[in-house]
């Protein structure tokens, strides 16, 4: 008995060490690299050294990880009507489904610091995991009958998460849908409310003009025709700061600025770690932009705010891989250089950022929806079902659709021919429903 006592107490001493051995290896700022158990997915990388971001209670266990991971992603989960929330699960009737996997917690699939494990999208499960809860479907269901269980959440099918676009009923009101609908074309933004005060000190120095082509810009832009003055961004002479700040831009761009710190682009300046750098990044980028970060003139430019500037040339100042590279051969460019000669309507042109920042309906803190320009160009990026409904299906029908996403070499190429997939979950909908 009293033996047992002593290992007791040896074992509470010797684990609040460890815990506070480990607590300052999170919460220290120097040599926390020494602690980590090992890299975190890419989508984190970013914060990797910031432990508290996830750990916001060093001697918090699950569910206060959990409450970091629901902090920043239930929103995203809720607008995507996750097919399997939480609820799901604390429904008695599913309790055996938890045996092997408990799905309450993102860490059953999401595990972190375990770079073996990692699939894409962070998922540290095997391909084959969704066998566990659904196998009598593979057995049960005639069409689905002899696939093989790693084929359920990848090829274009089911997501574990996001099924806006793959849902049996949507697919059966899209099922006879042309390739290209008879009216192809993006819808506009909403109009952007700001309000714009009085400046009262009228003169700018003469160290603080712009140069000739500048000004020139600068009386061009939006912001001069909507009766800016320079004072609006860099602050009354006496105060002149000579790089308006993030923060500047989004005392009249709410919407932007708050997408814009959900995604790769602006995430880090968001948490407080800076902007985001391009020699930090993982993806290919051009050698002269290493010096590089991201705010919102990285793309839009300090005087100009040329939009059509900022959704192809801009990126391609930066992104440097084979399917950005490949964009400015394919029909949707072409669609665009011939919006910008007037010869097309307006909303006719395809962008990278009509793909990857997409004209979206958003919720206002009232409730009201509005259409804006997502800045998060992460959100509809993977699984890139989600590009579906709010950009492809402005001018495609959605078998199409579903098939060219399902086609790595059309992503390579950045959409320069037909898909070569087909994709058979119409097919099988259609048969199930006669
Ligand atoms: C993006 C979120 C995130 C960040 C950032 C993060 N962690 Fe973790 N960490 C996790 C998750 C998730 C687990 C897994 C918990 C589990 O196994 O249930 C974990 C587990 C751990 C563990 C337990 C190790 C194990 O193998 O069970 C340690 C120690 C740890 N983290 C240290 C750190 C340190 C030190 C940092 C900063 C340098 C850090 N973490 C940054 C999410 C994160
Ligand atoms: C401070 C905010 C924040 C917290 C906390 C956080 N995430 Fe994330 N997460 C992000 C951002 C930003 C991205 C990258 C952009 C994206 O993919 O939406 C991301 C990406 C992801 C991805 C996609 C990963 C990839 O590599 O493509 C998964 C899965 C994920 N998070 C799960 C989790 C889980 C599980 C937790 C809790 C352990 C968690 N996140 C905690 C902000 C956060
Ligand atoms: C039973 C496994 C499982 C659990 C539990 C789980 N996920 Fe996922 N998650 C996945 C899979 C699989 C993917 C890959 C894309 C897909 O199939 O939807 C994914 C993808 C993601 C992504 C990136 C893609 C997207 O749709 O945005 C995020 C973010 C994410 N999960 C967050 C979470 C969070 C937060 C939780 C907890 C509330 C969670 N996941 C719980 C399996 C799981
Ligand atoms: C831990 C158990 C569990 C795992 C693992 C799991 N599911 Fe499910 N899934 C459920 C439950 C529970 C339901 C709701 C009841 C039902 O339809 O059987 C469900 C429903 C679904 C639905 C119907 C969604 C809807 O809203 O109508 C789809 C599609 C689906 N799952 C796909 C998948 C895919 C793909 C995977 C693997 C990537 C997967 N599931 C992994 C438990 C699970
Ligand atoms: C919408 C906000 C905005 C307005 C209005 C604005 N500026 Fe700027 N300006 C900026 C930003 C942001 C930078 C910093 C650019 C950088 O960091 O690269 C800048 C930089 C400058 C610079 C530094 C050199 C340069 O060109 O980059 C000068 C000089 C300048 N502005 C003068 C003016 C004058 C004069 C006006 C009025 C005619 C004006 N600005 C109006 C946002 C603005
Ligand atoms: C004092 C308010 C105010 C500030 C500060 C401000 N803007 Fe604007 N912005 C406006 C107004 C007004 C418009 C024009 C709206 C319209 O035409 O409907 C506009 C339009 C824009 C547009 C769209 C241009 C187009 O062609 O459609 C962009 C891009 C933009 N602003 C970016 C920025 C950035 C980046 C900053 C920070 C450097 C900034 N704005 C600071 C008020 C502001
Ligand atoms: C990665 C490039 C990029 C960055 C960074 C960026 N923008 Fe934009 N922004 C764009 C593009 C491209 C458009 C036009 C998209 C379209 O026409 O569909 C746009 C449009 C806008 C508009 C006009 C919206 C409308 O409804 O017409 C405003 C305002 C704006 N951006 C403000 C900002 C602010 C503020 C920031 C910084 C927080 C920022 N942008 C950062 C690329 C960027
Ligand atoms: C100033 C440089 C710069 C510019 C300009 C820029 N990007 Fe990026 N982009 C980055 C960096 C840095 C990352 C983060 C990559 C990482 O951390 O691995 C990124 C990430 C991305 C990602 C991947 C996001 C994810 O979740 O994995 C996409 C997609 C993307 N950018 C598209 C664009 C588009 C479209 C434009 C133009 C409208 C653009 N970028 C303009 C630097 C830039
Ligand atoms: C018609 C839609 C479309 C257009 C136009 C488009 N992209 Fe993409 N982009 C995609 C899809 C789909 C993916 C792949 C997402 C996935 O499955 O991982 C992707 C992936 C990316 C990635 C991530 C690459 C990686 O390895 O993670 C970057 C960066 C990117 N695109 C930048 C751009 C830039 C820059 C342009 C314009 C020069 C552009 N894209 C034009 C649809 C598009
Ligand atoms: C603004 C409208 C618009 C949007 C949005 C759009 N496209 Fe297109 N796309 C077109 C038009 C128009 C063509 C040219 C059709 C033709 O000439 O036959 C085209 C061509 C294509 C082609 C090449 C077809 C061929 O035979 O060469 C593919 C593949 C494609 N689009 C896929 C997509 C995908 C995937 C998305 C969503 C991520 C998308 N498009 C978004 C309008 C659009």
């Not at 029909?331 to 962008?351: D, I």
């Not at 699984?383 to 390579?412: Q, T, W, Y």
């Amino acid at each position: 008995m009293m033996k047992k006592k002593i290992i007791w107490s040896l074992w509470a001493v010797s684990t609040t060490a460890l815990l506070g051995y480990l607590s300052m290896g999170l919460f220290a700022n120097e040599k926390k690299d020494l602690f980590l158990p090992g890299p975190v997915m890419h989508g984190h990388h970013q914060v990797e050294m910031q432990c508290s971001t996830c750990h916001t209670d060093p001697f918090g266990g699950g569910e206060v990880l959990q409450d970091a991971c629901t902090s920043c992603h239930a929103k995203e989960l809720k607008t995507a009507l996750d097919s399997h929330p939480k609820t799901k699960f604390t429904d008695p009737r599913n309790a055996d489904r938890l045996e092997l996997i408990d799905a309450r917690f993102c860490v059953a699939c999401h595990l972190e610091h375990q770079p073996e494990l990692m699939h894409p999208m962070g998922v540290s499960e095997p391909e084959d995991f969704c066998v566990h809860c659904h196998q009598d479907i593979g057995e049960e269901r005639e069409s689905h009958v002899g696939l093989e269980m790693t084929t359920c959440g990848n090829s274009g099918c089911h997501n574990f998460h996001d099924n806006k676009a793959l849902y049996e009923e949507f697919l059966l009101d899209h099922k006879d849908e042309p390739d290209l609908l008879p009216t192809a074309l993006l819808p506009t933004t909403d109009q952007i409310e700001v309000k714009i005060k009085t400046i009262n000190d009228q003169s700018i120095p003469n160290q603080f003009e712009l140069s000739d082509p500048d000004h020139k810009k600068w009386l061009a832009s939006d912001h001069a025709q909507a009766g800016m003055q320079c004072q609006h961004c860099h602050g009354e002479v006496a105060n002149w700061s000579s790089q308006p700040e993030i923060e500047v831009c989004a005392d009249c761009h709410k919407d932007e600025t708050d997408t814009f710190g959900l995604g790769m682009h602006g995430f880090p300046w968001k948490q407080g770690l800076g902007l985001a750098k391009v020699s930090d990044s993982f993806l290919p980028m051009h050698s002269d932009a290493v010096h590089k970060e991201v705010d919102c003139q990285s793309c839009h430019g300090s005087h100009d705010y040329d939009i059509q500037q900022a959704a192809v040339e801009s990126c391609l100042g930066c992104h440097d891989d084979t399917h950005s590279n490949n964009f400015k051969a394919s029909k949707h460019f072409q669609l665009f250089e011939a919006e910008l000669n007037k010869e097309v309507q307006v909303g006719s042109g395809v962008t990278c950022a009509t793909c990857h920042m997409p004209r979206m309906k958003i919720e206002n803190e009232f409730g009201q929806e509005k259409l804006i320009v997502n800045h998060n160009q992460s959100d509809v990026l993977q699984p890139n079902e989600k590009m579906i409904r709010p950009v492809c299906m402005n001018c495609h029908g959605l078998g199409f659709s579903i098939n060219a996403l399902a086609d790595e070499k059309l992503i390579k190429n950045n959409f320069q021919g037909a898909p070569s997939v087909h994709v058979e979950s119409i097919d099988w909908a259609v048969a199930r429903d006669k």
